[in-house]
């Protein structure tokens, strides 16, 4: 059980255990100490273990630069069976010290949350930060919330490094919530034009940042109108793409310069009723009263 040092210290430690044999110092916030057990914390932890028994050992003190107080005393009290609470503000800095030190059943709690706090919302605001633990649960909820809110979430992207591994993400799924595969390119479009800067050259501009992820909307698989609508200025298709794909839904041949387009059909959800006519259509488009839900 923690328990404040009762003395008259300026900063007296946090106490966890009735043995505390180390202090952890945080002088980033201010110099507040807490002090533990190592047998405790080596049981729990791979990471501690090495550190205080590892060939060459540590001292009584160790300072913590790259974990503020908080977090880890909040840490310590789930260590020590004391009830904690995960929220927006605390996850991400307590998934990295739990990760940092191999507290498996801690990971395991903020998976928890992320599973439930985590949507279409505010996916951009944590994705570069839950990307980078390569955790497959995480992972999967982020492609699961991606495929389910394809448009809504490419409406908020710009064109960083970040943003266009999102957009990657998207574009690569076999299993998108979309009406049909127009709709896809056209917020696609909008995105690329709405970060574009060369007004000028604002077609060459979109074709340069999208690069070869073009090749994953299936041009072949729409319809002539609709391809003919994807010509359409600014265009992300060069003016030969957009011939030739119009040549390919055509006639059905192909040439060099569409050999790299994706035909593979994409799966879209279905479900029983829409909330508007209540007629089965498209998971949260109904194309019989035109509306999402």
Same mark, same amino acid.
């Given at each position: 059980m923690a328990t404040m040092a009762n003395n008259n210290a300026a900063l007296p430690p946090f106490t966890f255990g009735k043995s505390p044999d180390v202090t952890f110092i945080f002088l980033a916030d201010g110099g507040e100490k807490l002090q533990a057990e190592k047998l405790k914390l080596a049981q729990i932890s791979e990471v501690f273990n090495m550190q205080f028994y590892g060939e060459f050992g540590c001292s009584e003190e160790i300072t913590i630069k790259d974990i503020t107080f908080d977090t880890f005393k909040t840490t310590m009290e789930f260590?020590?069976?004391?009830?904690?609470?995960?929220?927006?503000?605390?996850?991400?800095?307590?998934?990295? !010290?739990?990760?940092?030190?191999?507290?498996?059943?801690?990971?395991?709690?903020?998976?928890?949350?992320?599973?439930?706090?985590?949507?279409?919302?505010?996916?951009?605001?944590?994705?570069?930060?839950?990307?980078?633990?390569?955790?497959? *649960?995480?992972?999967?909820? !982020?492609?699961?919330?991606?495929e389910k809110f394809p448009l809504k979430i490419i409406e908020r992207l710009t064109d960083s490094k970040v943003h266009m591994g999102i957009l990657k993400k998207i574009l690569e799924s076999p299993i998108l919530n979309i009406a049909k595969e127009y709709d896809l390119y056209a917020a696609v479009a909008a995105m690329m034009q709405r970060t574009s800067q060369n007004v000028v *050259?604002?077609?060459?501009? !979109?074709? *340069?940042?999208?690069?070869?992820?073009?090749?994953?909307?299936?041009?072949?698989? !729409?319809?002539?109108?609709?391809?003919?609508?994807?010509?359409?200025?600014?265009?992300?298709?060069?003016d030969r793409q957009f011939l030739d794909l119009l040549y390919l839904v055509k006639s059905g041949k192909y040439n060099e310069s569409v050999q790299f387009f994706s035909m593979k059909q994409r799966y879209y959800p279905k479900v029983e009723n829409c909330s508007h006519c209540k007629k089965g259509v498209t998971k949260r488009y109904c194309q019989a009263c035109g509306k999402y839900f």
């Open positions: 260590l020590y069976g004391i009830e904690i609470t995960i929220t927006a503000k605390n996850f991400e800095e307590i998934l990295y !010290m739990a990760s940092k030190y191999f507290i498996f059943d801690l990971i395991g709690k903020v998976i928890g949350f992320v599973d439930t706090f985590l949507n279409e919302n505010n996916l951009l605001d944590h994705y570069e930060t839950l990307e980078k633990y390569q955790i497959e *649960k995480l992972n999967h909820r !982020m492609q699961e919330i991606c *050259k604002i077609g060459e501009e !979109m074709r *340069k940042k999208i690069g070869k992820l073009i090749y994953f909307i299936r041009f072949p698989l !729409m319809s002539v109108d609709e391809l003919i609508l994807c010509g359409q200025a600014p265009s992300l298709l060069t």
